[in-house]
């Protein structure tokens, strides 16, 4: 069983928050107009809103199945477990390619 974080967590700055707060990073225009217009406020949309909800809800789900692990023991101490040496070998050879293709990109 292959088994990867399918997910990549958000950054936790937005994309250009630096160069909104670094008055440096942006063109003098802007730094003129930033200055003369202190009450501007900003909306990201719902969508950054429903963007954290998830993060926040993907980060405090379990990345493993305790009663799964369980069982797997119980059926190890009693003997009733048996590995598929095919596929355990199959799905090894489909990481190995996995892992070839994302060395080359």
Same mark, same amino acid.
């Given at each position: 069983m292959k088994i990867e974080k399918t997910s990549?967590?958000?950054? =936790? %700055?937005?994309?250009?928050?630096?160069?909104?707060?670094n008055p440096a990073a942006r063109p003098a225009s802007t730094q003129t107009s930033a200055i003369g217009n202190s009450g501007t406020s900003v909306h990201l949309g719902? =969508? =950054?809103?429903?963007?954290?909800?998830?993060?926040? /809800?993907?980060? %405090? =789900?379990?990345?493993?199945?305790?009663h799964k692990v369980a069982e797997i023991k119980q059926a190890i101490s009693e003997g009733r477990f048996q590995v598929n /040496?095919?596929?355990?070998?199959d799905r090894l050879i489909d990481t190995v390619r996995d892992l070839i293709t994302a060395s080359k990109h």
């Open positions: 990549k967590p958000l950054p =936790t %700055s937005p994309i250009g928050e630096a160069t909104a707060r719902s =969508t =950054t809103a429903q963007l954290r909800s998830m993060e926040t /809800s993907i980060a %405090s =789900t379990p990345l493993v199945d305790i /040496s095919g596929v355990v070998a």
